[in-house]
């Protein structure tokens, strides 16, 4: 059977970094993240947009889920509501085995990885106070929170890996 993995995190934790190292371990396996689907400029937050998101992943994660060639879905976006990691699920049209997981750290160790990032050009320092506000709804969700605060890279894709083959 086709598996979906969510992971989910507040900007800035490493979400894409780790999501693209696990789809590289992963046999016949699909990286998709949700920012793709959101990508406009300039970024406007309203519910017309949110629905829009919603529809293009949903559109995206069935047309991967009907290609043959694809077991492994692997999926990355900041999910920090169960609704949307709910309707994001309900609009899958093929049967799955889904794992949804939640990257979650310290403060500091968030605070690092989004500087770095800042550093590098790819977020704005401005958008630090939001993901340090939503790192504590990653607990409240039905995910399995892997802490990453002391994780390489490696060793947290190993982590998954390791869930997903329980």
């Known amino acids: 059977m086709k598996q979906v993995l969510f992971i989910g995190g507040p900007m800035g934790i490493g979400k894409t970094t780790i999501s693209k190292s696990l789809a590289k371990k992963l ?31 949903t559109f995206l994660l069935n047309s991967f889920l009907e290609n043959t060639t694809i077991q492994t879905i692997v999926f990355c976006w900041v999910m920090h509501e169960q609704t949307i990691i709910d309707s994001l699920v309900t609009g899958l049209n093929e049967p799955f085995e889904f794992h949804s997981f939640s990257l979650i750290s310290d403060e500091q160790t968030l605070t690092n990885h989004f500087m770095k990032d800042v550093q590098q050009g790819n977020r704005a320092a401005a958008h630090l106070e939001s993901s340090l506000i939503r790192l504590p709804l990653y607990q409240e969700l039905n995910t399995t929170c892997i802490d990453i605060s002391t994780l390489s890279i490696e060793e947290a894709t190993n982590s998954l890996l390791k869930h997903i083959s329980n």
Request: net charge negative; glycine share 4%; charged share 30%.
């Open 27 to 57: 046999e016949h396996s699909v990286f998709l993240d949700g920012d793709w689907c959101w990508d406009t400029h300039p970024f406007i937050v309203n519910d017309e947009n949110k629905e829009m998101v919603i529809k293009n992943i």
